[in-house]
């Protein structure tokens, strides 16, 4: 469950930066691990790397 901290944030989160959400499928941990570049979130370097290891620690992966 959020909390009213997180809720509150994405509020405030842009829709771009919402739209960059991937779904915790078998698909984006296979691109993942096939080291994908994920050309349609429009990121590159250091900035795809913190946005991919952010989304690892907040979807653990579950056997999909």
Do not use: C, H
Not at 41 to 48: D, I, T
């Amino acid at each position: 469950m959020a909390t009213i901290e997180e809720l509150l944030a994405a509020l405030r989160t842009p829709v771009s930066e919402l739209e960059r959400k991937l779904p915790n499928t078998l698909e984006t941990w296979t691109r993942i691990g096939n080291r994908d570049s994920f050309a349609e979130l429009g990121l590159s370097g250091s900035e795809l790397d913190k946005f991919l290891q952010d989304w690892i620690n907040e979807n653990p992966y579950n056997n999909i």
